[in-house]
């Protein structure tokens, strides 16, 4: 499993499935945003979410790093209000051409999850571009 015992990527995976479910999307956004087949079900979803750890390839990793660096710079930069996660990436936005972060994320995905994640953390935007 390269970089993770078992263990390690199964407590990743529940962190990630707590993140997009307190992003409030369907079942359709969360596949997409995870790059998972799109016969992916909802009862498969939910096995993430207790039982079992997500299938191991680097696409996935990246998109994992990317979609929590994404949720720690929203905590940082709403840091007393968790709901403002939601609304936030739910919001059209001028420089994302008036499209919502989340449909940046779904339609462009990896380069997507990186657009809006260089748009909350300067840090990630800054190493990126050196």
Same mark, same amino acid.
């Given at each position: 499993?390269?970089?993770?015992?078992?263990?390690?990527?199964?407590?990743?995976?529940?962190?990630?499935?707590?993140?997009?479910?307190?992003?409030?999307? =369907?079942?359709?956004?969360?596949?997409?945003? /995870?790059?998972?087949?799109?016969?992916?079900? #909802?009862?498969?979803?939910? #096995?993430?979410?207790? /039982? #079992?750890? !997500?299938?191991?390839?680097?696409?996935?990793?990246?998109?994992?790093?990317?979609?929590?660096?994404?949720?720690?710079?929203? %905590?940082?930069? !709403?840091? %007393?209000?968790?709901?403002?996660? *939601?609304?936030? /990436?739910?919001?059209?936005?001028?420089?994302? *051409?008036?499209?919502?972060?989340?449909?940046?994320?779904?339609?462009?995905?990896?380069?997507?999850?990186?657009?809006?994640?260089? *748009?909350?953390?300067? =840090? !990630?935007?800054?190493?990126?571009?050196?």
């Amino acid at each position: 499993m390269n970089d993770y015992t078992e263990e390690e990527f199964m407590y990743i995976t529940k962190t990630v499935m707590k993140v997009l479910d307190s992003w409030n999307l =369907t079942t359709e956004q969360t596949v997409q945003i /995870l790059g998972l087949s799109k016969q992916t079900r #909802k009862r498969e979803l939910d #096995k993430y979410r207790t /039982l #079992k750890a !997500f299938p191991y390839n680097s696409s996935l990793t990246l998109r994992l790093s990317h979609i929590m660096g994404i949720s720690d710079a929203l %905590r940082t930069t !709403f840091p %007393r209000n968790i709901n403002m996660a *939601e609304k936030w /990436l739910k919001t059209k936005h001028r420089r994302f *051409e008036n499209l919502t972060p989340l449909e940046v994320i779904i339609n462009e995905g990896v380069n997507g999850l990186s657009k809006v994640r260089s *748009e909350l953390d300067c =840090t !990630f935007a800054w190493n990126a571009s050196v």
